[in-house]
């Protein structure tokens, strides 16, 4: 929990703060950004929440990687949204909240399916959200995107006993003992609606993950950009060849998907998928600019 006597000064008065310890990883203003903004290279409270913004504002305190984010209001109110995650996105697709350090604050995500359950990326381990996802059929496939967003992998592993995939141009020694490493540039179908897809560029290995031909999980690869209202790629952090990242994002468009699940940045949905094409294309024409 955030340091009351730390709080930064520019939070407007209120049950909900953010102190000083935040590290300005994003999360809690794409998750609740009439309630946070960004301000001089951290978050805070800009407005507190409306009685329907609420939940949401305490969803994203439990997801802040650093607990930088305070309240003080009713525990009781805290504990009760503290175990209603994984929380829903559409469908079977939730996010787990409760963001890493370690991965400087990366979204992870959840799919609940008949063939068997895959985590995407990882949250920092919490029994919480062990129980929860244990509760929801457990996890047979730990797929990871890339190497910055691995954070508690193994602890999850250790709870589900559960088989990870990265690619292998990714791997360290710290990964090296992962169960699924691929190789090459091919795509991999991990099944009928689950299919890898290797887009190298913001690291060498990196991949993202096509389900159903609709939900497009993305790591650092791409996200949506609130203040320039459009899709968007991490140019100052590109650890490998901005170049390259652009042609692995001009190969998305032979792909169907109309939502994007990104590690850092805001999700995004369209309308359709020819939709999301032409906000890829803008994306494109902007990496090029």
């Known amino acids: 929990m955030a340091n009351l006597r730390n709080k930064r000064n520019k939070n407007a008065e209120g049950n909900f703060f953010v102190d000083n310890s935040c590290i300005d990883c994003g999360t809690c203003y794409w998750m609740a950004p009439q309630v946070f903004k960004e301000d001089d290279g951290m978050s805070l409270v800009y407005e507190q929440p409306k009685p329907n913004q609420e939940v949401r504002a305490m969803e994203a305190l439990f997801s802040c990687p650093t607990n930088s984010i305070g309240y003080t209001g009713a525990r009781v109110e805290m504990r009760k949204i503290s175990k209603t995650f994984p929380i829903p996105v559409s469908e079977n697709v939730f996010h787990n909240g409760y963001h890493s350090e370690s991965s400087y604050g990366a979204a992870s995500y959840f799919i609940q399916r008949d063939n068997g359950n895959v985590l995407v990326d990882s949250p920092r381990y919490s029994s919480v959200i062990s129980k929860n996802i244990k509760d929801m ?39 090296e003992h992962f169960e699924i490493i691929l190789d090459g540039q091919e795509d991999y179908q991990i099944d009928d609606d689950l299919l890898v897809i290797t ?27 609130r203040h320039q209202k459009h899709l968007y790629a991490f140019k100052t952090a590109c650890w490998y060849d901005w170049d390259i990242q652009i ?43």
């Open 199 to 225: 887009v190298p560029g913001h690291t060498k290995g990196h991949t993202v993950l096509l389900y159903k031909e609709k939900y497009l999980f993305t790591g650092d690869h791409l996200a949506f950009q």
């Open 137 to 175: 059929g457990g996890v047979v496939l730990q797929y990871l995107t890339h190497r910055d967003d691995v954070a508690d992998t193994d602890l999850y592993q250790k709870d589900f006993l559960s088989k990870r995939l990265m690619h292998k141009d990714d791997i360290s020694k710290k990964t």
């Open 247 to 289: 042609k692995s994002m001009e190969k998305l468009l032979n792909y169907n998907f109309s939502h994007v699940l990104p590690g850092h940045g805001a999700p995004y949905k369209a309308n359709s998928s020819a939709d999301m094409k032409l906000e890829l294309e803008k994306c494109i024409e902007w990496m090029k600019s």
